[in-house]
């Protein structure tokens, strides 16, 4: 059985104070989440913050946004693999349309980084999905499936075996237009048919959460789905009580 997630990725937001806010309402309301796993995705300079508010807690894990390639070195700007998990993070994300899109992160990259993100001992949440155009082109299949054959190339289906995968639309993402609960099963039950045809036991325990414009509205219709194991969870993510709604969505 697959335990649902629910993954709160910040972006670039929030400041000390509200996020201090933020892990606090959460921590709250954690009493009415039975059975989900909750993660924060804080941008880099927050996880200190977010570490030591839930230091000792081992009901919400917490991970990064991104990660570099290389273990450390001279890459300006950078934060690595092996960095994150010294500030104890469990996950990180890999792959998010935002970064695919704004800093011309291609497939090869991604696979390199979820290899980066196992060599620090950290699960990767990879995030694929198609844009507009692609979806209107009739693309969203073989577009999700090139991004999942980049990693499974350099990775094979056991770098399946610790990891997160999250679709996510790039046309849902932050427009408030969700992908109806029927069109993300479609593409959540192609997903794990692909990677079935591996290894079914791999895909059958691989969560595949999905990401795009989920409030506490839409969250229970679409987690509701056989292949829908939780979200990846953006705006709605800032505020506790929306987010909280969500978590409890998923169980
Ligand atoms: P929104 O929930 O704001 O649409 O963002 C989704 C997302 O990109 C999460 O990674």
Redesign the pocket.
Known sequence: MRRPMVAG?WKMNGSRAESAALVDGIVQGMGSVTKAEVVLCPPYILIPLVAEKLAGRHDIPWGGQNLDTHVSGAYTGEVSGPMLKDFGCTYV?IG???RRTYYHEDDGLVAEKFGAAHAAGLTPIL?IGETLEEREAGQTEAVVARQLDAVLAAHGIDGFKNAVL?Y?PVW????GKTATPEQAQEVHRFIRGKLAAKDGKVADNLRILY????KGSNAKELFGQADIDGG?????SLKAEEFLTICRAAE
């Open positions: 990725n994300i998010h349309s935002e995030c999250a996510e849902a993402i932050g427009t990401g795009g414009s989920v990846l969870i953006g705006g709605a």
